[in-house]
């Protein structure tokens, strides 16, 4: 993985939950590279082992680990586990989150048209599913309140810590169709900003990085069609993206390293930093 600059990591610990994805994956390798050691949890062991392989054979301390954000108890397992195999963790990077199609309306605007439509054409607000809304902001804001929880008492006990939160542009601006997403990551940049006033006396910063539209697993469907032209939705966002493209994985890495570097970043916390190609900054005209 080629950086574009290192900061020395060598006496961190590191989780980085939801890290056999494409971008916390990068970020896990990013901070590998820098010589932390890194625990990579996933719900999905095998996701997170595959990138932890990926960091020791680059020549860095890793290992994958399973475990479920919503879950304090598989949270303190895993946490026990990395204590005993890499030591205590003094950075978390809170990467876990998706969206929901039960938390997803299928048109952007309600007209009178849409009211007087049958059941089954369509989900428009009022057709919202309670238990889709629930499972989206537990997954994102919940899935980053429990591992602060548990990963960050020992942090308040030694009096040194870093916890990078992951936001989203629907944080600033929440994107059509998607109010229970945009709703949750905007909990998670409020949070970001709560807790780092919380944490301020026992020595943790506390940060969010709020990514633009970079291609995932899970979007990739919706914003590009199989022979990798956009959709509708794909053009939208590029268009109104001053940089006229999506992000690249190793363009979120520049800022993790600073926020997570003390000496570059020491007296920074409770800001949530936009890395989205201009895309928060455009009104549109």
């Known amino acids: 993985m080629k950086l574009p600059f290192t900061v020395d990591l060598k006496d961190r610990v590191a989780v980085v939950t939801g890290g056999g994805g494409i971008l916390c994956g990068a970020m896990a390798e990013a901070l590998g590279a820098c010589g932390a050691a890194v625990a990579v949890a996933d719900l999905s062991e095998e996701r997170a082992e595959a990138v932890a392989a990926r960091l ?44 929901h199609p039960k938390g997803t309306t299928s048109m952007e605007y309600l007209t009178k048209e849409v009211l007087s439509q049958p059941p089954g054409q369509g989900v428009s607000f009022y057709d919202l599913d309670p238990q889709g809304i629930q499972f989206v902001f537990n997954l994102n804001f919940l899935g980053t309140l429990l591992p602060c929880q548990v990963f960050t008492r020992g942090m308040a006990e030694s009096g040194r810590g870093t916890v990078i939160n992951i936001s989203s542009m629907n944080a600033f601006t929440p994107l059509t169709k998607i109010p229970a997403y945009s709703a949750a990551k905007a909990a998670v940049s409020n949070f970001t900003q709560w807790l780092a006033v919380h944490f301020s006396k ?19 469907a919706l914003l590009t069609q199989p022979d990798g032209s956009l ?9 109104q993206t001053p940089m006229g493209r999506f992000g690249a994985p190793e363009e979120l890495l520049g800022t993790l390293l600073w926020l997570v570097s003390d000496a570059g970043a020491g007296f920074v916390t409770g800001t949530v930093i936009p890395v989205d190609g201009g895309f928060s900054a455009f009104s549109g005209v």
Do not use: H, M
């Open 202 to 220: 026992v020595g943790i910063r506390v940060n969010a990085i709020a990514p633009g539209f970079f291609l995932t697993d899970q979007n990739r």
């Open 56 to 99: 020791r054979a680059a020549g860095g301390r890793s290992i994958g680990v399973g475990c479920n954000v919503l879950e304090r108890a598989s949270l303190e397992a895993a946490r026990d586990r990395i204590e005993k195999e890499l030591g205590r963790v003094n950075l978390l990077l809170n990467g876990a989150g998706c969206n």
């Open 231 to 239: 959709t509708p939705r794909g053009q939208t966002i590029v268009k």
